[in-house]
């Protein structure tokens, strides 16, 4: 077997391996590597492949979950993130229930509010995963065998007459995303929109008298949520997509870094928006906490800048500074070690 032989055949095994669970990845490399061998033996490389097919396709026969939902290449990644997003739901709709419920002592009502919530909380995953994944595979963002151009039906047809020189080469290890940091950044941000749309109360100063809940001290703005809340959304939804184009990518590219750009540039104008247009906090936060508990403050507290427009500033420079540096890392390492894809 000649090396550039044996380098298609790693190529090809790499796409198959690649779609399956990690405890199925190290035996099935070597059956496959096996079963091509022998293959390649009697009627070349590139006629053994030609046989075996389509990767994407070939390696459904190791799977042990069909795809059922949404297509082959996209159903593993879209239950995992599915699962992700469900999971940071409920537990930002526990949260807050837990909290209201030792604060309030109001079981029935809460429990009530806690089951519409987790309810709707559910639907609007299951509903915003869903369509984020159906454009995902309708755009062809995943570009795995083929460049990113052509209709549906050249897609298919691509598909039916795959060759082995489609496959891609095995990328850089220092341009493969990790899944798991993909994995903290979606739990995170799901987590925090369903707190900020279930429980934005959370966020502040609890008040209590003989120990006895009385009230909470806001931080964030709430008579002017209504306004707020849907620009907070856009900016995490915005990280979301990038995160989820990462995840379902694996590695840094041309796609990556596109989605990477558009959402960092959202994502600023979002966070300005909010600071700097809106009144995002409670102007009377830090008037309220002296009322309540006589605090003055000291020198050099950020508190002591709360609603004089330094402190937004540094908040919004901070935020900025956040998202070009994850914009220049991401263009070094697509320019560097990613594919064209």
Request: hydrophobic content about 50%; overall charge negative.
């Amino acid at each position: 077997m000649t090396e550039a032989d044996r380098e298609l055949m790693q190529r090809y095994i790499y796409q198959v391996v690649r779609r399956l669970a990690k405890d199925q990845r190290e035996e099935t490399a070597r059956e496959l590597e096996e079963l091509i061998t022998d293959m390649a033996e009697q009627k070349g490389m590139e006629e053994a492949l030609k046989e075996l097919g389509d990767p994407a396709v070939f390696a459904q026969k190791y799977r042990e979950e069909p795809a059922w939902v949404i297509g082959p290449e996209y159903a593993e990644d879209y239950r995992w993130l599915l699962k992700v997003v469900l999971a940071a739901v409920a537990l930002s709709v526990v949260i807050s229930g837990v909290v209201q419920g030792l604060l309030q002592g109001d079981g029935m009502r809460i429990l009530t509010d806690v089951v519409s919530s987790a309810v709707m909380g559910a639907l609007c995953a299951v509903g915003a995963v869903t369509i984020l994944f159906m454009i995902l595979e309708r755009r062809k963002i995943r570009v795995d065998f083929r460049k990113e151009s052509g209709t549906s039906e050249n897609a298919g047809a691509e598909r039916r007459n795959w060759i082995p020189a489609l496959l891609p080469p095995v990328p850089d290890s220092k341009a493969v995303i990790k899944r798991s940091d993909e994995a903290v950044n979606l739990i995170f941000e799901a987590l925090l929109a369903g707190l900020m749309i279930f429980a934005p109360w959370l966020f502040g100063a609890y008040v209590f008298e003989n120990g006895t809940f009385i009230r909470t001290i806001p931080i964030v703005n709430l008579e002017r949520w209504n306004i707020i809340l849907p620009v907070l959304l856009i900016a995490l939804a915005a990280g979301f997509a990038d995160d989820v184009v990462r995840l379902v990518c694996g590695r840094y590219c041309r796609t990556v870094l596109i989605v990477c750009l558009i959402s960092g540039a959202v994502q600023a104008v979002s966070a300005w928006i909010m600071l700097k247009a809106l009144p995002f906090f409670n102007p009377s936060f830090v008037q309220e906490l002296r009322q309540e508990f006589g605090w003055q403050g000291t020198k050099g507290n950020l508190l002591t800048l709360y609603g004089t427009g330094p402190l937004e500033t540094i908040l919004l420079l901070v935020i900025w500074a956040c998202i070009l540096i994850e914009m220049g890392v991401t263009v070094y390492k697509a320019v560097r070690y990613g594919e064209s894809g």
